[in-house]
């Protein structure tokens, strides 16, 4: 079992930056591959960053290609989520989620089998 709490975020204008935080419990979130999504008024959730159990492989949107950039630290029981050059079309409540096992943090949303209460964005024009 692993409970998740995001924080991180808040009201932020076009170009600048936010950096998301995931708290973890439970002894097992090394061996989780976690993600990113995000979830748009009216719109359906969406992936946005993955990051494998060991942190070394990596998967984006491309909405968010070279803006953004997922991190963990497994000591800490931490997931991160930096994100630069921020675009009203950003704006959503994002949601960090634990997947599989050994997973690569590539996986479809339906693996995904923990769910934090989410933490809002918005960015203004």
């Known amino acids: 079992q692993v409970q998740l709490v995001e924080s991180g975020g808040g009201l932020v204008q076009a170009g600048g930056s936010l950096r998301l935080s995931c708290a973890a419990s439970?002894?097992?979130?090394?061996?989780?591959?976690m993600a990113w999504f995000r979830q748009a008024l009216g719109k359906e959730r969406e992936f946005v960053a993955g990051i494998s159990w060991s942190g070394v492989t990596t998967t984006y949107a491309d909405s968010v290609k070279e803006r953004f950039s997922i991190s963990r630290d497994n000591r800490k029981n931490a997931l991160y989520l930096q994100m630069n050059t921020l675009k009203p079309e950003d704006t959503a409540l994002y949601y960090c989620?634990?997947?599989?096992?050994?997973?690569?943090?590539?996986?479809?949303?339906?693996?995904?089998?923990?769910w934090g209460q989410g933490t809002q964005v918005t960015v203004s024009s």
């Open positions: 989620a634990a997947g599989p096992s050994y997973g690569l943090g590539n996986n479809p949303k339906d693996e995904y089998n923990y």
């Open positions: 439970g002894r097992l979130f090394s061996s989780y591959a």
